[in-house]
């Protein structure tokens, strides 16, 4: 068997009996229902392989991973202009936080917080139906993937819509200092659908593969985003990625990684995989505390470091 292979699957092994730790998400109802007991990894390399343990192909709800792809989407369509709007610096917050918003007079720290993905959601509408960009997204996701039954969990979305308080507060919150360009149902349309995209470990590692191949998709042998820019986004998943847990993140993985509520995380490991897991219980930051556990047992074992193997 594959030296990589029987890595992923011994590092599902030794976390066996910690599957089911943490706390589902129960701010979003359809999310509380979610089975904790579930672990799946998954790693796709630049040569087109894919290793998988667990339950790495069940579809679970992506939720702020998804920001990636509207980051990604967002700066080839206006560029650099998108850091007028937003900021790259860690927060040291919540995701879901509004006190520096007050401060810094509705400008979110970092696109990868709800009020800065919301500032993106915002931007990719361009004078846009919701509908229409949502679209959008869904297909940049296919294509990213390399497959096209990946579809958004209509439940999830109506799901937050109903539920969400708080980034409804936070939309409105941007909007009265003249930060939104759209109305806020709009805009928040946009959010939270892109949040429900429903995939599995193996379809979201493979999605991942442009950030860890300088920004190539090396599989399709296309360009989704320029050297430089892969590099940048890669800098904001290791700084912003995990919000107030993202020191400790960068400490035990070593990684670019941006983690959902869901109980996902999207991690690169530039010039060697993309690689995703997935576990439901979420740590006091709202970062899936078993699927972290997974990223730091692999990072050791494979010696895929930013910082030095
Ligand atoms: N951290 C997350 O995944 C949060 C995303 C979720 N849709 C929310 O807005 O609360």
Redesign the pocket.
């Known amino acids: 068997m594959n030296e990589l292979q029987e890595l992923v699957e011994g590092v599902y092994r030794d976390l066996k009996n910690h599957i089911g730790e943490g706390k589902v998400a129960d701010y979003i109802p359809e999310l509380a229902k979610v089975d904790p007991r579930q672990l799946g990894i998954a790693v796709a390399t630049l040569d087109g392989g894919l290793h998988v343990a667990g339950d790495a192909d069940t579809a679970f709800s992506i939720?702020?991973i998804s920001k990636v792809f509207t980051l990604t989407l967002g700066l080839g369509k206006v560029g650099d202009t998108l850091w007028t709007r937003v900021g790259r610096e860690p927060s040291g917050s919540a995701?879901?936080s509004i006190v520096q918003l007050e401060y810094e007079k509705g400008r979110p720290r970092n696109p990868f917080i709800?009020a800065g993905a919301i500032a993106v959601a915002d931007l990719i509408l361009a004078g846009h139906q919701p509908r229409e960009v949502i679209g959008e997204i869904v297909h940049f996701a296919r294509f990213l993937a390399g497959d096209d039954s990946i579809v958004i969990d209509h439940e999830v979305a109506k799901s937050?819509a109903e539920t969400?308080y708080r980034?409804i507060a936070l939309a409105n919150f941007m909007r009265s200092f003249g930060r939104l360009d759209h109305p806020v149902e709009h805009v928040l349309g946009v959010y939270f659908h892109h949040?429900a995209l429903a995939m599995s470990c193996s379809q979201l590692a493979r999605a991942g593969l442009y950030l860890a191949a300088g920004g190539n998709d090396p599989v399709l042998g296309s360009r989704v985003v320029s050297r430089e820019r892969a590099r940048r986004i890669n800098s904001l998943m290791l700084m912003c990625g995990h919000y107030d847990g993202s020191g400790d993140f960068a400490y035990r993985v070593g990684l670019p990684g941006k983690s959902?509520?869901g109980g996902g995380i999207l991690a690169v490991a530039p010039g060697k995989a993309s690689i995703a897991v997935w576990s439901p219980g979420l740590n006091e930051y709202?970062n899936s505390q078993v699927g972290a556990a997974a990223l730091e047992l692999l990072a050791q074992r494979t010696g895929w470091s930013i910082f030095g193997s």
């Open positions: 939720q702020s995701f879901n709800n937050e969400g980034n949040c959902g509520v709202g």
